[in-house]
């Protein structure tokens, strides 16, 4: 039963990470030590994401720019005006900071290795997947603030240290990953299981550490059950307008149908592996967890939601 309510296992580990952070919140002496240790995992988690990447795969999928085109414009342009849609109506509702939280969902790349997952379990066109999840994600770590910015105006100002920290901590890495791709992509590759491990424990503990201080700054008692409410449905319905929106583009362009699936899952799926470190650097501490809970909400749901119509896309 646990398998059909949460086809993805990240899912329950996520759920899992926002329950102790809220019984066991890290505090005091132990916060820039928690700290230091997320900022540890997150540069190790674009680490391995530079040394993943391969090159020759990334110049021989930018040719089929249909594709790649349509995802790169749907993943940054649609998904950032709806979210700037729902930033814009949940600020009549809820909190600002939590109401910002919309637009930050809307303008972060695509998921990775789910978005690949998904689109191999539905016949879709793997190495275009692969491909176009790198690039949105290579292109996010500078375009996703720089969206922010210009979309939220002073609430997304973007000082000088937050401009190093996001290259200190994303960029450098990544390209350090790159540099010595041939010879650690081999290991990783054989080692995929362990790598897969490793960015998701990074993840959950980038998680962890935003979601702790936003609960010492009072999130469940400055949040209602009709607040809550309103993220889980503004959540639903930002997942339909995007799978939907993904799927109808993909037609619009006359794709294949391979071509369609990758679309849909790279164009519609959100990554939490940059929102966790980018909302730690661009954020103060009790502010990251509040802008957090939209991409945390939108991020689960969107791996039950994947995982549920993958098979489904495969037997048409």
């Given at each position: 039963?646990?398998?059909?309510?949460?086809?993805?296992?990240?899912?329950?580990?996520?759920?899992?990470?926002?329950?102790?952070?809220?019984?066991?919140?890290?505090?005091?002496?132990?916060?820039?030590?928690?700290?230091?240790?997320?900022?540890?995992?997150?540069?190790?988690?674009?680490?391995?994401?530079?040394?993943?990447?391969p090159r020759d795969e990334v110049l021989h999928g930018i040719r089929n720019w249909k594709l790649q085109g349509g995802?790169?414009?749907?993943?940054?342009?649609?998904?950032?005006?709806?979210?700037?849609?729902?930033?814009?109506l949940a600020a009549l509702f809820l909190p600002a900071t939590l109401a910002l939280g919309f637009l930050f969902l809307?303008i972060l790349p695509s998921t990775v290795q789910s978005a690949t997952a998904a689109s191999s379990m539905a016949g879709?066109?793997?190495?275009?997947?692969?491909?176009?999840?790198?690039?949105?994600?290579?292109?996010?770590?500078?375009?996703?603030?720089?969206?922010?910015?210009?979309?939220?105006?002073?609430?997304?100002?973007?000082?000088?240290?937050?401009?190093?920290?996001?290259?200190?901590?994303?960029?450098?890495?990544?390209?350090?990953?790159?540099?010595?791709?041939?010879?650690?992509?081999?290991?990783?590759?054989?080692?995929?299981?362990?790598?897969?491990?490793?960015?998701?424990?990074?993840?959950?503990?980038?998680?962890?550490?935003?979601?702790?201080?936003?609960?010492?700054?009072?999130?469940?008692?400055?949040?209602?059950?009709?607040?809550?409410?309103?993220?889980?449905?503004?959540?639903?319905?930002?997942?339909?307008?995007?799978?939907?929106?993904?799927?109808?583009?993909?037609?619009?362009?006359?794709?294949?149908?391979?071509?369609?699936?990758?679309?849909?899952?790279?164009?519609?799926?959100?990554?939490?592996?940059?929102?966790?470190?980018?909302?730690?650097?661009?954020?103060?501490?009790?502010?990251?967890?509040?802008?957090?809970?939209?991409?945390?909400?939108?991020?689960?749901?969107?791996?039950?939601?994947?995982?549920?119509?993958?098979?489904?896309?495969?037997?048409?």
């Open positions: 039963m646990l398998a059909r309510l949460f086809p993805d296992r990240f899912v329950p580990v996520l759920l899992a990470t926002i329950l102790l952070a809220s019984l066991l919140p890290v505090r005091g002496a132990a916060v820039p030590v928690a700290q230091g240790i997320s900022t540890a995992a997150i540069v190790l988690l674009f680490f391995l994401n530079g040394v993943r990447l995802a790169f414009a749907f993943c940054f342009g649609a998904m950032a005006l709806l979210g700037a849609c729902a930033h814009a809307g879709g066109n793997v190495a275009a997947s692969v491909v176009a999840a790198a690039l949105l994600n290579l292109a996010g770590v500078i375009l996703s603030p720089l969206l922010f910015a210009l979309l939220a105006g002073s609430a997304g100002e973007i000082h000088g240290a937050a401009a190093l920290r996001i290259v200190a901590i994303l960029l450098l890495p990544f390209i350090a990953g790159q540099l010595v791709q041939r010879w650690l992509r081999p290991w990783v590759v054989a080692h995929r299981g362990l790598a897969t491990l490793m960015d998701r424990s990074a993840i959950a503990t980038a998680v962890y550490v935003a979601f702790s201080a936003a609960v010492v700054g009072g999130i469940w008692h400055l949040l209602d059950a009709r607040e809550i409410a309103i993220v889980f449905g503004a959540v639903a319905i930002l997942l339909a307008l995007a799978f939907g929106g993904a799927w109808m583009l993909g037609r619009l362009l006359a794709l294949a149908r391979a071509d369609r699936i990758t679309l849909l899952f790279s164009g519609a799926q959100k990554s939490l592996a940059v929102g966790a470190p980018l909302a730690a650097t661009l954020f103060p501490s009790a502010t990251a967890g509040m802008v957090l809970l939209p991409i945390l909400v939108y991020h689960m749901a969107q791996l039950i939601l994947s995982a549920w119509i993958a098979p489904a896309l495969s037997d048409d």
